[in-house]
């Protein structure tokens, strides 16, 4: 059985940094995407980063510049560095990863306060 466990998740001011990791457990081969998504209360799901197997990257337009997305496949991690938050960056954030199946771990909460 496959699990993704995010840690990393917590509580900074405006202006701080966070690093948030994912890890996969279990049987997960041939991981085309890992990603990181967000969900604030009230909102939709967003596609904050995402990293293919190949190593292209895109990111939500609001994160770009300030957000760094990496993968280790040997590991089946991937991280998300988070520096410059804002208050609008609080939301949790949830761990993707795309192959054969889709697979989300539980989410951990980011909190950025002004």
């Known amino acids: 059985q496959v699990r993704l466990v995010e840690l990393g998740g917590g509580s900074v001011q405006a202006g701080g940094s966070l690093r948030l990791s994912c890890v996969a457990s279990g049987s997960i081969f041939n991981i085309n995407l890992m990603a990181w998504y967000r969900q604030a209360p009230g909102k939709q799901r967003e596609l904050v980063a995402g990293?293919?197997?190949?190593?292209?990257?895109n990111y939500l337009s609001s994160v770009k510049g300030r957000f760094t997305i990496s993968r280790d496949n040997a590991k089946n991690t991937v991280s998300l560095q988070m520096n410059s938050l804002k208050p609008e960056d609080t939301a949790v954030y949830y761990c993707?990863?795309?192959?054969?199946?889709?697979?989300w771990g539980q989410g951990t909460q980011v909190t950025v306060s002004s």
């Open positions: 990293v293919t197997s190949g190593g292209n990257t």
């Open positions: 993707n990863m795309l192959g054969v199946r889709s697979y």
